[in-house]
């Protein structure tokens, strides 16, 4: 069953401690249903066989499955079960998000197969997120074609995507060329890539190399890859992703901008949404260029492209990821929650929990008292917990300013956040 869109304002009971929390409908500024229409399936999972450079510790893979739910629309979805308990999605609704997604759930990889071929039978196609090279684990037609979506998302490819003024310095070459670059030692530090035609992201197939060592370590990583990128390190003043969609008619919109939180390795952390992340007005139009190449390839769909803004003002776009980012659901909810929360700047991430998931919820309704931290996925990791799987939630925590955001996500760690 479709839920039936929502209408109404949740009042909570008020206390002497605690003012009343009024919570309004949060819709998303534009759904997936609004961009493929009747007839697909949605399936997030990225298939255990698939790929290598995607980060995904344990429980990780399932627990992303959740991160659209409030987007997708009017249109079955296909998740884990571990991300749409009862007490998960109750809250949720009544946070205000619109649930309107047919969700399919699944337990484990056979499951998550059986239920993708029920949903073939019935004339559905799949609207992939990630590339299922094994085509007798991907029954039924796609939306988007796993060749088309491997080239574009092949960071060997990406001077066939962007214009050179905008095209970072680098080079493509077989792994073994590697050593090399040994014989420049002023060229360090270098950053190594993976050239592959399965999925990536979360910077997994990302080396940063500052020595010899590193480069040897990053040699020996991406051995097997038929190629890798090796471009120069970048001295980066704003590092931002746009957000795209592409309609089936060509019809192209910008979502807006975030800037990325990446740590030292350069692994993906999260993103800070504002005003102050607006792009300069060049990247969007070269964004529009990029996503009219990609539909003319059989392209439609959400996508986020990485780009730097560097210490001189010139700009470069570094990676092409054509699929729902990390940040692309906090965009389309970013509107709606500065309207009701009345607070301008967000950090998106993802906040694990130290207790367990009952624990997690009860904290999180504390949390809701603030007045600021709107969870929009949450992951119970089941029998299956341990200290590496933590129960956890995707969300947007607003403030006046980055500062103000800080200091009450020190206030979540006191709840068990971290």
Not at 168 to 178: F, G, I, Q, Y
Not at 185 to 201: C, D, H, M, N
Not at 400 to 412: G, P
Request: aromatic content about 10%; overall charge negative.
């Amino acid at each position: 069953m479709v839920a039936p869109r929502h209408t109404r304002v949740v009042f909570y009971e008020q206390t002497e401690e605690q003012p009343a929390r009024i919570m309004t409908t949060i819709a998303p500024k534009l759904t997936l249903f609004d961009v493929c229409g009747p007839g697909y399936v949605f399936n997030s999972r990225i298939p255990d066989n698939a790929s290598e450079w995607v980060v995904r510790g344990p429980g990780s893979a399932d627990a992303v499955t959740g991160n659209q739910l409030i987007v997708v629309g009017p249109m079955p979805v296909l998740c884990s079960a571990r991300v749409a308990t009862h007490a998960g999605l109750a809250l949720l609704r009544d946070i205000g998000f619109t649930l309107e997604a047919d969700i399919v759930t699944f337990t484990d990889a056979t499951d998550r197969l059986n239920r993708l071929k029920s949903l073939a039978d019935k004339g559905l196609a799949v609207i992939d997120q990630h590339v299922q090279p094994d085509a007798n684990l991907h029954p039924g037609t796609s939306w988007v074609s796993s060749s088309t979506l491997s080239f574009l998302n092949n960071k060997g490819n990406l001077g066939q995507m962007v214009p050179p003024p905008y095209l970072p310095s680098r080079e493509v070459c077989d792994p073994s060329a590697l050593p090399r670059y040994l014989s420049h030692p002023g060229r360090f530090p270098l950053v190594v890539k993976a050239a592959t035609e399965e999925s990536t992201g979360g910077g997994d197939a990302v080396r940063l190399c500052h020595s010899g060592s590193e480069l040897k370590q990053a040699q020996e990583l991406f051995s097997h890859c038929e190629n890798v990128v090796v471009e120069d390190f970048m001295a980066i003043q704003r590092n931002l992703c746009l957000n795209y969609v592409v309609f089936s008619d060509g019809q192209i919109k910008y979502l807006g901008a975030t800037h990325q939180i990446v740590d030292a390795k350069l692994n993906y952390q999260g993103n800070w949404l504002g005003p102050n992340t607006a792009p300069p007005s060049e990247l969007i139009r070269v964004g529009y260029g990029l996503m009219t190449n990609a539909w003319h390839r059989g392209y439609r769909g959400f996508a986020g492209f990485d780009a730097a803004v560097m210490d001189d003002g010139s700009c470069r776009i570094y990676d092409l990821n054509f699929r729902f980012n990390g940040s692309t659901t906090p965009l389309l909810i970013y509107e709606a929650l500065v309207k009701q929360s009345g607070l301008p700047i967000a950090k998106y991430r993802v906040w694990m929990h130290d207790g367990s998931f009952h624990q997690m919820i009860a904290s999180l309704e504390q949390a809701l008292d603030i007045h600021c931290f709107f969870p929009f996925c949450i992951y119970d990791p089941g029998t299956s917990a341990t200290n590496d799987v933590k129960p956890r939630v995707s969300a947007l925590l607003f403030g006046m300013t980055t500062d103000e955001v800080q200091e009450k996500e020190t206030e979540l760690g006191l709840l068990g956040f971290h």
